[in-house]
């Protein structure tokens, strides 16, 4: 399995764009995480979904930020408008009901100018 | 709620002696946890797991960690460090109460670096 594949690995916009991150996790999970990683404030859940349904987004830092599943395979994180203080690296992980441990991608990098 | 508490932002140990990563945690039931680790540019990887069974739990690349109830922690440990060991390492907990649930919450991490 070629693990969970995210993309852009890096994105660098200027504020006020619209950004989408993307995700594709292992075949087989039915759970989905979206996490914020800063110096500032370390490694934040943003969102997670079990089998498609947001489960809990209570991370979601505000409006301007929005997550989707349409199907077992994709999830999106869309910013817009975009902020320099939106500027971290995204990680998406998944992970199946019956092993427990999350698996996570490489992360995309956003730097917001 | 749940926590975890990484009290250490770095440990510096010399390539061969033994390391210790300290971790304690908080939950509700019992606790699900877990220590990944996180080299430069990467994505967190999983390193070992505890859920029941022996409080000594072994993982990947020579680590293990030792379940303790009663001080409600979780150290991450290696009998020889390596130089190639250097990275971030990050302890996690799930509340067993929950089913499992899958909320996972992850420590602030620890920066460890082994020096030749």
């Known amino acids: 399995d070629a693990g969970v594949i995210q993309s852009p690995r890096h994105e660098v916009t200027e504020m006020g764009q619209e950004v989408t991150l993307r995700c594709k996790p292992i075949s087989g999970h039915n759970s989905l995480f979206w996490y914020r990683q800063t110096m500032m404030r370390g490694l934040e859940l943003l969102i997670y979904?079990?089998?498609?349904?947001?489960?809990?987004d209570s991370g979601m830092p505000e409006d301007r930020f929005s997550a989707k599943m349409p199907n077992a395979s994709f999830s999106t994180l869309k910013i817009q408008p975009s902020e320099p203080r939106d500027s971290a690296v995204y990680f998406c992980?998944?992970?199946?009901?019956?092993?427990?441990?999350?698996?996570f991608g490489e992360g995309s990098r956003l730097t917001v100018l | 709620a749940q926590s975890v508490a990484q009290p250490e932002d770095q440990v510096n140990v010399a390539e061969g002696n033994p390391l210790t990563v300290k971790c304690t945690y908080s939950v509700s039931g019992n606790p699900y946890l877990f220590w990944y680790v996180q080299y430069p540019n990467r994505g967190l990887q999983f390193l070992l797991k505890?859920?029941?069974?022996?409080?000594l739990v072994k993982g990947s690349y020579g680590f293990e960690a030792e379940f303790n109830k009663s001080q409600t922690s979780f150290h991450l440990k290696k009998p020889s460090a390596l130089v190639s060991d250097s990275a971030l390492y990050f302890c996690?907990?799930?509340?067993?109460?929950?089913?499992?649930?899958?909320?996972?919450?992850f420590g602030t991490g620890t920066q460890l670096k082994v020096e030749l």
């Open positions: 505890y859920i029941t069974g022996d409080n």
């Open positions: 979904f079990n089998n498609n349904v947001p489960i809990d």
């Open positions: 992980a998944s992970k199946s009901i019956s092993t427990g441990e999350l698996f």
């Open positions: 996690a907990v799930r509340d067993g109460l929950t089913g499992g649930g899958n909320k996972l919450t």
